[in-house]
């Protein structure tokens, strides 16, 4: 049965390998091979039914997608608020099951995600809203390093995205009882310091949590601590089994343990992770009871394929393997390393989880160990119970409540504190790059097989993987961030690295920098800047200037900056082996966009001109200087406006290449289908970074050569590709 179980749960996991979505009616032939294997080879039968099912499963959720018009206009939309996540400036997300779109209703109801602007307080959870929205397919930036916001929307439901335009309708929903015991909660600890974390692990209301306060969590390695589920769950569960047991037996402790567990769930919103803990538990309390031994891992096996049952596209959310992960984790802990007390589980649990937090967060905590073996016994014998006697006592004895609140907040403010300031003095995240992830996972992965009988093998695969890691780069590269709707350019040099302009920054608090700059610098172990130059002043080329200044070393500042060089045609520098060549502007004109810094790179042989926002009578006039424009890689200006690329500067470039560094989807529509046919014309190939993501290309000799010739990654990443080549529904 475990066999069966575990190839039914990998052939729904093999969603997140197929480099494309497989037309729904391969569902035939899978079901047909499924039933030939099921007598002389059930597991792979399981696993063919599991990726039937997960086939079947994405179609039923995608279909609605090809309605015709979609994604052109804008849309009389009606749904249901599942959950909000607020943000700064009065920004908030809403999750919502979409009831109607232009009153055509869609079966199964699409959950999408909508951004909402409006000056009021935003709708609240269960709220009936009808609105104008325009919406777009699950889409997201793709840099590596970056978060992967396409896997993450199909990891919680969501089919599409998009932003209201206008509120027509609004009908709050009754507050619920849960509701009215958060805002009696909200009330009592007004005045308390550590009111966001007393919510954030009574009712998991985690969104006043601040951007300081996570990066404490995730460098001391204790994030899990304030994300209810397994730990939490299984305290409150293991309450009722004791004090069932006291007063009755087997039985009547795993019920109490089960409405215990149930009340806490409840408590903190049944949130995805407190889902998965509490059907794992519920499974193994309904053993207890029914008098029935099943091993750990047979109990982690039917979860696993009970969630993944009811909800294959839980494969793409990061939460679900860390969970799952950890509680195998465990079981091999106190199995096969004989782990019984506490820190021989948490030392298993922390170096057998190793490689996907490393791969996951791009680094891991070196206090992780320590942290946990201090606070997991201080949360689950002082904090947790205390903190659910007060959520107990809030309605009936609020005295009480209080009291235990300003108790907790005496104990919870010097210790956050504390944590803080370790976080401060001894800074334990070590962020890794793609190559020293690489070497620390083969070590992990070769090191412990090398020991077995005839593993010396591995570990000569292992020394010949590491050699290879040693591998001389390419002279110098040339990275174009997909940055949305804006403009950044990374030229590297192995670790020297330039950066044009610098993307945008949202008043949600959403930015480039934190949000695709900075991961990928650390991915490549690029710690400084030797060169930060900023085109012009338009926020999707400067947002980011003075945080990036702020953050990061910069050796030289120049372009639109009040304290830096500005760029005036003429100026020339060498940076290692490459010539920087301002070719524009001559002098400032006023005009924002035509005074955009034009900067030419090279190496004698190849070269690259960026161009910035300039249209076509700065263009005109950059001819008119009579300089050498020709370069084998042009970044189309002004995103592929229309207003730019003239037929004369084009020509006079001659690149081989242009990339459009324009949004996926963006209302101005760029590039414009004109500038695409003159580079069509001249026999240019074009790269669009919302289509394409990231274009990366390296220095081969006197041509580029493109690393990533199509969009990176499996089929969810070229979402938009299959919805345009899928027939639309009649």
């Known amino acids: 049965m475990d066999k069966r179980l575990f190839f039914f749960c990998a052939g729904v996991s093999t969603v997140l390998l197929w480099p494309w979505l497989p037309d729904w009616d391969w569902w035939l032939p899978l079901a047909l091979l499924g039933g030939l294997c099921w007598r002389i080879r059930p597991a792979t039968a399981c696993l063919l039914f599991g990726m039937m099912w997960s086939l079947c499963y994405s179609h039923w959720q995608l279909g609605w997608l090809q309605h015709p018009g979609l994604f052109q206009r804008s849309q009389m939309m009606a749904g249901t608020v599942e959950a909000v996540q607020h943000r700064d400036h009065g920004v908030s997300r809403l999750i919502v099951s979409l009831k109607s779109l232009d009153g055509q209703v869609f079966s199964p109801p699409p959950r999408v995600l909508l951004s909402w602007y409006g000056e009021g307080p935003a709708p609240g959870e269960g709220a009936f809203i009808r609105s104008v929205s325009r919406l777009q397919p699950p889409h997201g930036l793709h840099n590596p390093g970056g978060f992967d916001g396409a896997r993450w929307l199909l990891g919680q439901g969501i089919s599409a995205r998009g932003y209201l335009t206008g509120s027509?309708?609004?009908?709050?929903?009754?507050?619920?009882?849960?509701?009215?015991?958060?805002?009696?909660?909200?009330?009592?600890?007004?005045?308390?310091?550590?009111?966001?974390?007393?919510?954030?692990?009574?009712?998991?209301?985690?969104?006043?949590?601040?951007?300081?306060?996570?990066?404490?969590?995730?460098?001391?390695?204790?994030?899990?601590?304030?994300?209810?589920?397994?730990?939490?769950?299984?305290?409150?569960?293991?309450?009722?089994?004791?004090?069932?047991?006291?007063?009755?037996?087997?039985?009547?402790?795993?019920?109490?343990?089960?409405?215990?567990?149930?009340?806490?769930?409840?408590?903190?919103?049944?949130?995805?992770?407190?889902?998965?803990?509490?059907?794992?538990?519920?499974?193994?309390?309904?053993?207890?009871?029914?008098?029935?031994?099943?091993?750990?891992?047979?109990?982690?096996?039917?979860?696993?394929?009970?969630?993944?049952?009811?909800?294959?596209?839980?494969?793409?959310?990061?939460?679900?393997?860390?969970?799952?992960?950890?509680?195998?984790?465990?079981?091999?802990?106190?199995?096969?390393?004989?782990?019984r007390g506490l820190w021989r589980l948490q030392l298993g649990l922390t170096l057998l989880l190793l490689p996907l937090v490393m791969l996951l967060f791009d680094g891991i905590s070196w206090l992780s160990l320590p942290a946990n073996l201090l606070l997991i016994p201080l949360f689950s014998l002082l904090l947790i119970p205390l903190l659910l006697l007060a959520c107990l006592a809030l309605v009936p004895f609020p005295g009480l409540a209080l009291l235990l609140l300003r108790l907790l907040d005496g104990l919870f403010a010097?210790?956050?504190?504390?944590?803080?300031?370790?976080?401060?003095l001894f800074s334990p995240w070590l962020a890794l790059s793609a190559q020293a992830q690489g070497v620390l996972l083969l070590a992990l992965l070769v090191l412990p097989a090398a020991l077995l009988p005839r593993g010396r093998w591995l570990a000569g695969l292992g020394c010949y993987l590491l050699l290879l890691q040693l591998w001389p780069r390419p002279a110098w590269e040339v990275r174009v961030l997909d940055v949305g709707q804006g403009l950044s350019v990374l030229v590297t040099q192995g670790r020297e690295a330039l950066l044009y302009d610098t993307g945008n920054r949202f008043p949600s608090g959403f930015n480039m920098a934190d949000g695709v700059i900075l991961p990928l610098l650390a991915h490549l172990d690029i710690d400084r800047l030797d060169y930060l130059v900023v085109s012009h002043d338009d926020s999707d080329h400067s947002g980011n200037r003075d945080y990036l200044a702020s953050v990061l070393p910069v050796t030289h500042r120049r372009g639109a900056w009040p304290d830096g060089q500005h760029c005036r045609a003429g100026q020339t520098e060498q940076w290692g082996q490459l010539t920087l060549r301002v070719l524009w502007p001559v002098a400032p004109s006023g005009h924002s966009n035509n005074d955009s810094c034009v900067l030419h790179i090279g190496d004698g042989r190849l070269s690259l001109?960026?161009?910035?926002?300039?249209?076509?009578?700065?263009?005109?006039?950059?001819?008119?200087?009579?300089?050498?424009?020709?370069?084998?890689?042009?970044?189309?200006?002004?995103?592929?406006?229309?207003?730019?690329?003239?037929?004369?500067?084009?020509?006079?470039?001659?690149?081989?290449?242009?990339?459009?560094?324009?949004?996926?989807?963006?209302?101005?529509?760029?590039?414009?289908?004109?500038?695409?046919?003159?580079?069509?014309?001249?026999?240019?190939?074009?790269?669009?970074?919302?289509?394409?993501?990231?274009?990366?290309?390296?220095?081969?000799?006197?041509?580029?050569?493109?690393?990533?010739?199509?969009?990176?990654?499996?089929?969810?990443?070229?979402?938009?590709?299959?919805?345009?080549?899928?027939?639309?529904?009649?």
């Open 168 to 339: 027509l309708h609004l009908r709050p929903a009754p507050p619920s009882r849960r509701m009215q015991l958060l805002e009696a909660f909200r009330d009592l600890s007004a005045e308390l310091p550590s009111q966001r974390w007393l919510l954030a692990l009574s009712f998991g209301d985690r969104s006043r949590l601040q951007g300081q306060d996570w990066d404490t969590l995730r460098a001391l390695g204790v994030s899990h601590l304030f994300a209810i589920s397994g730990l939490h769950i299984g305290l409150v569960a293991g309450v009722g089994l004791l004090l069932g047991r006291l007063g009755g037996g087997r039985l009547p402790g795993a019920v109490l343990a089960a409405g215990l567990a149930l009340g806490y769930a409840w408590l903190a919103g049944f949130a995805l992770p407190t889902q998965r803990a509490l059907l794992m538990l519920l499974l193994w309390l309904a053993l207890i009871g029914w008098g029935r031994f099943w091993s750990g891992r047979r109990i982690l096996l039917v979860t696993m394929a009970l969630l993944l049952a009811t909800m294959p596209w839980l494969a793409f959310n990061p939460g679900f393997w860390l969970s799952v992960l950890a509680v195998a984790a465990l079981l091999a802990s106190a199995g096969w390393l004989g782990g």
């Open 609 to 730: 001109l960026l161009t910035g926002d300039i249209e076509a009578r700065a263009e005109r006039a950059l001819l008119a200087t009579g300089q050498a424009l020709g370069a084998q890689l042009l970044l189309s200006p002004h995103h592929g406006s229309r207003s730019s690329s003239s037929e004369d500067f084009n020509r006079a470039v001659a690149p081989d290449w242009v990339v459009h560094t324009a949004g996926f989807n963006n209302r101005w529509g760029f590039p414009s289908p004109e500038v695409v046919a003159r580079f069509d014309r001249q026999g240019v190939a074009q790269l669009n970074t919302g289509e394409h993501g990231m274009v990366h290309l390296a220095a081969d000799g006197d041509r580029w050569r493109l690393l990533n010739p199509r969009r990176a990654g499996a089929w969810y990443h070229r979402l938009n590709a299959w919805l345009n080549e899928a027939k639309p529904l009649e």
């Open 414 to 424: 010097p210790l956050m504190a504390g944590l803080h300031e370790l976080e401060r």
